[in-house]
């Protein structure tokens, strides 16, 4: 376990452009559970700065997808209502010289920066811009050129103690200093992230791999702005089974999708926590045995497969091992009434809770039984005991009915299954028969409807 001296204050940083899927779900898993594991607290903050791409309808997908995994959360930020911060944080980088305005246009950079790779150069930024005098800069602005802002790096290495990668080291010189905000005056991601993350107080930063590059240039802008940085996590990127990039496939791992599918919210969560690190992939009753469990320490640096196949048996395993208590309010109307004893019953013969419903009819009726042997049937009729029936009563029935017909095994039970649920197979008749109880047992096994 790491550990962990202040409480923690970790986030979540969606953008609201599009709906979660696993990979993003994994970020927000790792924070809440880190979260409460330390006692600290979890913010949902939307990076909705980009006004074109950014929906209120993918807000509120990410809030609803969240819940439905249960991560909640204590405090909801947008970066939309923020830019009065980012603009006075914008003013104090300009007035300290680490924030500079450069008029090259997308073309001309490209241009600089294929005649620097034919040179066998890196592609750094020239900080031509830095060069430009008052009097250069009146005359761009006047052919009506609006500046992009850079925020000037120092040279040399940064450090971190990265708590899933180790040690970390860039070196700054061979970075081009970063654009915070465009020509047309809007901010990119990184200067709002590391503005809020000072605001709110974040001690932890957890987030995927493919921010490791942005993360020198967000320590040095945390300490312009006179903070200290966080702690960081890099999550190491998931890949499909086949260890092949999931960033293509990743639209058809929605957590929607997932959800519609009929995949159990728990599942996504156990797999998700553990996946990448060497810890047993296996059903949980709770997501408290997740945060009793979570130590980024654990997570591997080497890219965790995801793989729908497991995710899907381990979603199965755990409808298997859901209690009444747990499922009671997500049971179809008619199954939740059957009570804890149906449930039991058959929570191991269904994959999804919602088939459930299925054998509803198999249990109360109506249903129309499947009739093989119909001498043979009318024996057993004759021999079910009275009322009350209980978990014993199937055994002491079969066994009167193996001892008056020298029936065994499957020519005793197969034609009772099929008279009695119409399958081929389904839950232990044992717990099954005295839900159906005897007034339907007798009908079905007279080939009646009931
Ligand atoms: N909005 C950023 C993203 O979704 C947040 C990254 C971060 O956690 O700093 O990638």
């Known amino acids: 376990m790491n550990t962990v001296a202040a409480l923690?204050?970790?986030?979540?940083?969606?953008?609201?452009?599009?709906?979660?899927?696993?990979?993003n779900a994994r970020a927000a898993l790792l924070n809440w559970l880190f979260a409460r594991r330390h006692g600290g607290s979890f913010i949902l903050r939307l990076d909705d700065t980009?006004?074109?791409?950014?929906?209120?309808?993918?807000?509120?997908?990410?809030?609803?997808?969240?819940?439905?995994?249960?991560?909640?959360?204590?405090r909801l930020e947008r970066q939309s209502a923020r830019?009065?911060?980012?603009?006075?944080?914008?003013?104090?980088?300009?007035?300290?010289?680490?924030?500079?305005?450069?008029?090259?246009?997308?073309?001309?950079l490209e241009f600089r920066r294929k005649r620097l790779l034919a040179r066998g150069r890196p592609p750094v930024y020239d900080r031509a811009a830095l060069r430009l005098t008052d009097a250069d800069r009146a005359r761009l602005e006047a052919e009506g050129r609006k500046p992009h802002w850079r925020f000037l790096l120092?040279?040399?290495?940064?450090?971190?103690?990265?708590?899933?990668?180790?040690?970390?080291?860039?070196?700054?010189?061979?970075q081009s200093d970063p654009v915070l905000i465009r020509a047309d005056g809007t901010y990119l991601y990184t200067l709002p992230s590391v503005v809020d993350d000072i605001a709110f107080g974040i001690t932890h930063v957890i987030r995927g791999e493919d921010h490791v590059t942005n993360t020198g240039a967000q320590i040095q802008l945390f300490r312009a702005l006179g903070a200290e940085p966080p702690a960081f996590a890099h999550l190491p990127l998931l890949t499909g089974a086949d260890g092949r990039s999931l960033s293509k496939r990743l639209g058809s791992l929605s957590l929607a999708d997932l959800r519609a599918q009929g995949i159990e919210a728990l599942a996504v969560c156990a797999l998700l926590a553990r996946l990448g690190t060497?810890?047993?992939?296996?059903?949980?009753?709770?997501?408290?045995?997740?945060?009793?469990?979570?130590?980024?320490?654990?997570?591997?640096?080497?890219?965790?497969?995801?793989?729908?196949?497991?995710?899907?048996?381990?979603?199965?395993?755990?409808?298997h091992g859901l209690s009444f208590a747990a499922v009671k309010p997500r049971l179809d109307p008619a199954a939740a009434a059957l009570g804890e004893a149906f449930w039991l019953a058959i929570r191991g013969n269904i994959a999804r809770v919602a088939d459930a419903a299925d054998w509803v009819p198999i249990v109360q009726g109506p249903m129309q039984p499947a009739i093989e042997d119909p001498a043979f049937l009318e024996q057993a009729a004759a021999l079910l005991p009275p009322e009350p029936w209980t978990g014993a009563t199937w055994k002491a029935w079969t066994s009167a009915l193996s001892a008056s017909t020298g029936r065994k095994g499957r020519a005793l039970f197969h034609p009772l299954r099929r008279a009695?649920?119409?399958?081929?197979?389904?839950?232990?008749?044992?717990?099954?028969?005295?839900?159906?109880?005897?007034?339907?047992?007798?009908a079905r096994l007279r080939g009646e409807t009931a």
């Open 8 to 23: 923690p204050v970790v986030r979540f940083a969606p953008s609201p452009t599009g709906r979660l899927h696993v990979g």
């Open 154 to 174: 120092e040279s040399g290495d940064v450090r971190w103690n990265d708590l899933v990668r180790g040690p970390q080291h860039i070196d700054e010189s061979s």
């Open 420 to 442: 009695l649920t119409a399958r081929e197979q389904g839950p232990e008749m044992a717990a099954l028969l005295p839900l159906i109880g005897r007034t339907r047992t007798a």
């Open 50 to 74: 980009d006004r074109e791409r950014s929906t209120e309808a993918f807000a509120r997908d990410i809030e609803e997808d969240l819940r439905w995994l249960g991560l909640h959360w204590d």
């Open 83 to 108: 830019f009065a911060d980012y603009d006075a944080a914008r003013d104090r980088l300009v007035a300290a010289g680490r924030l500079y305005p450069c008029y090259e246009t997308p073309e001309e």
């Open 278 to 319: 060497a810890d047993p992939v296996e059903p949980v009753d709770s997501l408290q045995t997740l945060v009793d469990s979570v130590d980024l320490g654990r997570v591997g640096r080497a890219a965790a497969r995801f793989a729908e196949e497991e995710l899907r048996a381990l979603s199965q395993r755990t409808v």
